[in-house]
């Protein structure tokens, strides 16, 4: 992936030099730029055109820039919180996990339960010769 990207880069400083060669004489022209509004009127000096149109091309990059790394910001902002929220819900959770284990009116016994009273012992066998 770098590699593309160091080639789509010099794939593009190629055609922007092939663009500057070839329009040398257009983009060599004086640009006056104007603003006039209530009354006041703002009036740039003469620079060539290609130096416009260098400028437009740092401002939009140093915009995009910025743009991002605010994005960028808000985002880690975003997900530090939300991590903070998973940890105490993690926490929260063995808590819960620990007070179940141990409390033994909520934990299920599956051990047998021995009888609570003995079984009556059988009456001993009479002999009948004997009570004759």
Not at 28 to 50: D, H, I, N, R
């Amino acid at each position: 992936m770098r590699v593309i990207k160091v080639l789509f880069l010099l794939v593009f400083f190629f055609v922007c030099m092939l663009f500057f060669v070839q329009n040398t004489a257009i983009l060599e022209t004086p640009l006056l730029l104007k603003l006039g509004a209530f009354g006041y009127m703002v009036q740039s000096p003469a620079v060539p055109f290609y130096v416009v149109l260098l400028i437009a091309f740092v401002a939009g990059g140093l915009f995009c820039t910025l743009y991002f790394l605010a994005e960028k910001v808000r985002l880690a902002t975003s997900v530090r919180s939300l991590q903070n929220k998973v940890n105490a819900m993690e926490k929260q959770l063995a808590a819960q996990k620990k007070s179940t284990v141990a409390s033994p009116l909520v934990a299920p016994s599956y051990a047998a339960a021995a009888p609570a009273t003995p079984a009556p012992a059988a009456a001993p066998a009479t002999d009948k010769k004997a009570d004759a």
